[in-house]
């Protein structure tokens, strides 16, 4: 580790401090941000530490928005983080910048990082609308013993086109510190009729976050099933020949590409992807337009995103002179984004189907040796023999 030009501090070390509400918030916000999960997706706050052996100036953390409500003020942030004790954020002399503790080294940000953190998240449904992240971190903190710690809550958000806005969804995904204490929280309350409040008409319902997204893929299955069954036959009722084809693609395949600026095209994305690629690694599709700061790879094999993240070294490529983040889509993301694309499939499919069938039913090419004249008729195109 880099020598540093001022000693530095992490949290007390004399005899424990009383802690005011505002306090241990600032606390709480300060060690989520330079917790395993934020940094594992913070590209800005990744970036600051790597400038000053992992300082970061106390000025450019109250541009933290939630942090700034707390308040504006260096000296009360020094003076809270002054006073934890889990001795993940060390201050230095001066109380001008925090770091991260050196010893609580970062996991290592892959597939099997995701994995173990929805191993141990659950889904939480039938919170008020109208709750806070505060009101939900509050409830927990009543619901759960002293030794339990919440690392981080996700709230799951709709977008209202009518107000052209985010509106929370009344569920979340809520992550424990380990998966024994998500279980024990499961297990005690799954069937206890636990409410948010004494105001909810409805019982928490609680459910692994794993088990969610299989009951949403089943859900989705199901719908492509039965909308496909609708669509077979000849329009009379007639099935007969015909054949259900369930579109799967494959997961652990998808890569998403950000902060895409021009003059990058998908031929750009695809020659830079190409270069590291294995023969076993095919990218079959690039969704991507022209001018949007965002695009998704898909490629032919299970788990190919994560193989050709690390023949790239890195999370952020150079594509004609543009710095761009890329990363393995997982989790619900990738869901819904493989929906989208096997929407956009269906329909592709859908659509050639029906020009051909139109082709041979209306007669759009006409017989061979023919063009359509002026007035639609089909007129001969060889030339008269001359006798």
Not at 142 to 168: C, G, H, P
Not at 285 to 303: D, H, M, Q, S
């Amino acid at each position: 580790m880099a020598e540093t030009d001022s000693s530095a501090t992490n949290g007390n070390s004399g005899a424990e401090a009383e802690v005011s509400k505002l306090e241990n918030q600032i606390i709480e916000q300060i060690e989520y941000y330079f917790s395993d999960i934020n940094l594992a997706r913070d590209k800005f706050l990744q970036g600051e530490i790597k400038k000053d052996d992992g300082w970061v100036e106390l000025t450019t953390m109250l541009k933290f928005a939630r942090l700034a409500k707390m308040t504006t003020e260096a000296k009360v942030i020094v003076d809270a983080l002054k006073k934890s004790t889990s001795k993940l954020i060390e201050v230095n002399e001066d109380g001008t910048k925090i770091r991260r503790n050196p010893e609580k080294e970062l996991p290592t940000f892959d597939i099997d990082f995701v994995k173990d953190l929805i191993a141990q998240s659950l889904y939480v449904k039938y919170i008020p609308v109208d709750a806070t992240l505060d009101d939900i971190k509050d409830f927990f903190k009543k619901n759960t013993s002293e030794d339990v710690k919440i690392t981080n809550i996700i709230m799951r958000n709709y977008q209202d086109k009518l107000a052209n806005q985010k509106k929370f969804k009344g569920s979340i995904f809520v992550t424990f510190d380990n998966k024994e204490n998500a279980e024990k929280f499961l297990n005690e309350n799954k069937d206890k009729n636990l409410k948010f409040n004494e105001n909810c008409e409805h019982s928490l319902l609680i459910k692994w976050q794993q088990e969610y997204h299989e009951e949403k893929k089943q859900e989705v299955r199901s719908k492509r099933d039965k909308s496909k069954k609708s669509t077979e036959g000849d329009g009379e009722g007639n099935t007969e020949g015909s054949k259900q084809v369930v579109l799967e693609l494959p997961t652990g395949a998808l890569l998403k590409i950000s902060d895409i600026k021009e003059p990058v095209s998908r031929e750009d994305i695809r020659e830079v992807l190409e270069k590291v690629q294995t023969d076993d690694q095919e990218i079959v599709f690039i969704e991507f337009n022209v001018g949007e700061p965002t695009a998704f790879v898909r490629y032919k094999k299970e788990n190919n995103a994560e193989a050709v993240l690390k023949a790239l070294g890195s999370k952020e490529i150079v594509i004609k002179d543009v710095k761009v983040s890329i990363e393995v889509v997982t989790g619900e993301e990738e869901q819904t984004v493989l929906d989208r694309m096997k929407i956009d499939i269906f329909k592709r499919r859908q659509k050639l189907m029906n020009e051909k069938k139109s082709g041979r039913k209306f007669g759009k090419k006409g017989p061979r040796g023919t063009k359509r004249s002026r007035g639609g008729n089909f007129e001969s195109n060889k030339k008269a023999k001359v006798e």
